[in-house]
Nanobody, 122 residues
Framework: QVQLVESGGGLVQAGGSLRLSCAAS????????VGWFRQVPGKEREFVAG??????SYADSVKGRFTISRNNAKNTAYLQMNSLKPEDSAVYYC?????????????????WGQGTQVTVSS
């Protein structure tokens, strides 16, 4: 079992930055793929970024603005979000799967955090 806890969300003006953290406990997840997703009411959860031993992947909408990273010694993953736009507003979730391959389908991730709200004002 892996428990994930996100933090770092909040309210920021357009053009600003936030750094989300995803702390894992229960077991080490260094060999797991980690994904960040986001969801707004009435819409499906969408892939934002993912990281594994095989590399990183980003949604087109965040390329060049968001950076995913991880610190395996701290069992924590991060999502640095720069140049934020109002359309980035959502609940952001981290997830992981015990396979070292990033996928964009939410249902293929086994463990999820509770989410953290990001609101970008115009």
């Amino acid at each position: 079992q892996v428990q994930l806890v996100e933090s770092g969300g909040g309210l920021v003006q357009a053009g600003g930055s936030l750094r989300l953290s995803c702390a894992a406990s229960g077991r080490t997840f260094s060999s797991y793929a980690v994904g960040w997703f986001r969801q707004v009411p009435g819409k499906e959860r969408e892939f934002v970024a993912g990281i594994s031993w095989s590399g990183v992947s980003y949604a087109d909408s965040v390329k060049g603005r968001f950076t995913i990273s991880r610190n395996n010694a701290k069992n924590t993953a991060y999502l640095q979000m720069n140049s934020l736009k109002p359309e980035d507003s959502a609940v952001y979730y981290c997830a992981c799967r015990p396979v070292a391959v990033v996928v964009t389908t939410p249902t293929l991730y086994e463990y999820w955090g509770q989410g953290t709200q990001v609101t970008v004002s115009s």
